[in-house]
């Protein structure tokens, strides 16, 4: 069976230990990947400084034209990709364009987006003064060597989002992918470094420890996280000894609030997919619907109807629209806030609630009324194919429902009636609210989370700003 190597510096890097990467579908072995050494990780990091100068030197649009190679490599790869993100990940191949399950074709193809446009956007020098005496510059620099580490629910994508911006700005990386899905994304940094100079990008792969000797090394500049809460703080912690900057996407609780006036079978269709894509394994995935006495019953009907008719089962085979929960730790998460659940007085659980047998980590699409904030399935972030439907008597009520907790990624709100619509999202505490869609991210428009969701933005021309520092170039005309 194939072990997985690491780049480190343009070279596959081998280590003395290895460990299993599996199918969620089946349980199987797909592979192993080497857990990389504390000494790795700091030669990792020394590859990249070593690097990081003669790529920052380049002219900006020689960086922009190794990233559309980039892009082109990801797009003939994408089918390649696609299967390993199904095998190791778990979420359907599906398809792109409307109407198409979003799963690793959608993640594939997403790879290719979201390098061509972080490499495609103008960075003009900012002027912000000019008089007779003076004129004032904003310039941005690299940060220098960027360490990236990345979770197990969109393994590529969220790896592309990390590290083309960071690229594109003349930084150097060391990625590290989860321990969950190694393969998929090492295959994929393999093909990105082929079109790259040596040491411009590099892995480190191996379980948390790996990522803690990673963030701690005196060579790392700038680190960009997505993940826990949890690490999330260890992360800023071990930063701000160092005081070097950090981008941190982390947990959140969604909430998405039904108005009185939205058409239950018009909404369904989004309210699904906002609340199961990726089967709920999506940071900004809805996971607390909140919907009005009246149109409860009516709301609940329609998505049960399209939680009972999605085929679950292996994402390769075609027609499956739900796969797997992508590992153990996860699933046994989701049973145990469906298990509080059910001993809660007053929930019932409308479909689902029984985790399937048989290999594979299958667990239905659960959708549970009856539960009140406070809750554990409500205020937990569940991050599975589990929905809470809360019924709410007035929209002030559900509007302090959604922001009473410590978290803020994303929210929407759902109505015909959009001036109604905006001033309900303006009180809302997330980074992004979206009206009539959810979790809808778009490579032009920034995301990121505030209170314990994390801090910084990815995506568009705040992305790349992200991954820069600025310097004021400041002429005296005297
Ligand atoms: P996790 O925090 O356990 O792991 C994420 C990554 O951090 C993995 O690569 C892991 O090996 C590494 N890691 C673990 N301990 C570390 C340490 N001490 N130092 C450095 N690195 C360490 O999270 P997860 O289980 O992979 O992901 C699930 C969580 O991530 C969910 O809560 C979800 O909401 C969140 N998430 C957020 C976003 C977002 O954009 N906001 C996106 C995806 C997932």
């Given at each position: 069976m194939q072990v997985h190597a690491n780049v480190l510096n343009g070279h596959a890097e081998t280590s003395p230990t290895t460990f299993d990467s599996r199918n969620p579908a089946t349980g199987a072995v797909l592979g192993q990947v080497y857990s990389s050494t504390r000494e790795q990780v700091a030669a990792a990091v020394?590859?990249?400084?070593?690097?990081?100068?003669?790529?920052?030197?380049?002219?900006?649009?020689?960086?922009?034209?190794?990233?559309?190679?980039?892009?082109?490599?990801?797009?003939?790869?994408?089918?390649?990709?696609?299967?390993?993100?199904?095998?190791?990940?778990?979420?359907?191949?599906?398809?792109?364009?409307?109407?198409?399950?979003?799963?690793?074709?959608?993640?594939?193809?997403?790879?290719?987006?979201?390098?061509?446009?972080?490499?495609?956007?103008?960075?003009?020098?900012?002027?912000?003064f000019e008089d007779e005496t003076r004129r004032d510059e904003v310039h941005l620099k690299p940060h220098g060597v960027v360490a990236a580490i990345a979770p197990w629910n969109w393994p590529l994508l969220i790896a592309i989002w990390q590290v083309i911006p960071a690229l594109r700005m003349g930084n150097t990386v060391v990625l590290k992918p989860s321990e969950y899905t190694s393969i998929g994304t090492l295959e994929m940094v393999k093909l990105i470094a082929e079109v790259l100079p040596p040491g411009v990008i590099n892995t480190v792969s191996g379980a948390g420890e790996v990522g803690g000797w990673l963030v701690e090394q005196p060579g790392v500049d700038k680190i960009t996280f997505t993940g826990s809460t949890a690490t999330g703080k260890r992360i800023a912690a071990v930063a701000a000894q160092r005081l070097i900057s950090t981008t941190l996407e982390l947990g959140g609780?969604?909430?998405?609030?039904?108005?009185?006036?939205?058409?239950?079978?018009?909404?369904?269709?989004?309210?699904?997919?906002?609340?199961?894509?990726?089967?709920?394994?999506?940071?900004?995935?809805?996971?607390?619907?909140?919907?009005?006495?009246?149109?409860?019953?009516?709301?609940?009907?329609?998505?049960?109807?399209?939680?009972?008719?999605?085929?679950?089962?292996?994402?390769?085979?075609?027609?499956?629209?739900?796969?797997?929960?992508?590992?153990?730790?996860?699933?046994?998460?989701?049973?145990?806030?469906?298990?509080?659940?059910?001993?809660?007085?007053?929930?019932?659980?409308?479909?689902?609630?029984?985790?399937?047998?048989?290999?594979?980590?299958?667990?239905?699409?659960?959708?549970?009324?009856?539960l009140k904030d406070g809750d554990a399935l409500v205020d937990e972030e569940q991050f599975g194919p589990v929905l809470p439907i809360i019924r709410y008597r007035t929209v002030d009520e559900a509007v302090a429902s959604a922001n009473r907790l410590d978290v803020g990624l994303g929210a929407?709100?759902?109505?015909?009636?959009?001036?109604?619509?905006?001033?309900?999202?303006?009180?809302?505490?997330?980074?992004?609210?979206?009206?009539?869609?959810?979790?809808?991210?778009?490579?032009?428009?920034?995301?990121?989370?505030?209170?314990?969701?994390?801090?910084?933005?990815?995506?568009?021309?705040?992305?790349?700003?992200?991954?820069?520092?600025?310097?004021?170039?400041?002429?005296?005309?005297?």
């Open positions: 020394a590859a990249a400084r070593a690097a990081q100068p003669a790529w920052a030197a380049r002219p900006d649009s020689e960086r922009q034209a190794l990233l559309m190679k980039v892009a082109e490599v990801i797009k003939s790869n994408s089918e390649y990709l696609a299967h390993w993100v199904t095998r190791e990940q778990g979420k359907p191949l599906g398809g792109v364009g409307p109407g198409q399950v979003p799963g690793a074709r959608f993640e594939a193809w997403g790879c290719e987006v979201w390098t061509q446009v972080p490499a495609s956007l103008e960075l003009p020098v900012e002027v912000v609780n969604d909430a998405a609030i039904v108005l009185p006036d939205a058409d239950p079978a018009a909404i369904a269709m989004g309210l699904f997919w906002g609340a199961f894509l990726n089967m709920g394994q999506t940071c900004a995935a809805a996971k607390r619907l909140y919907v009005p006495d009246e149109l409860h019953d009516a709301v609940v009907a329609q998505l049960k109807s399209l939680a009972e008719a999605m085929p679950m089962g292996d994402g390769l085979e075609p027609g499956t629209a739900i796969g797997p929960i992508q590992n153990r730790m996860q699933f046994d998460k989701v049973s145990r806030l469906v298990e509080t659940a059910k001993a809660t007085a007053g929930a019932t659980i409308v479909c689902g609630g029984t985790p399937a047998t048989g290999p594979g980590n299958f667990y239905p699409l659960t959708l549970v009324t009856g929407s709100v759902w109505s015909p009636d959009i001036v109604r619509a905006r001033e309900v999202a303006s009180r809302l505490e997330a980074g992004t609210v979206w009206i009539n869609q959810h979790g809808m991210v778009h490579p032009m428009v920034p995301f990121g989370g505030i209170k314990a969701s994390g801090w910084g933005a990815e995506f568009g021309h705040a992305g790349l700003k992200g991954m820069a520092r600025t310097q004021v170039i400041s002429v005296g005309k005297g």
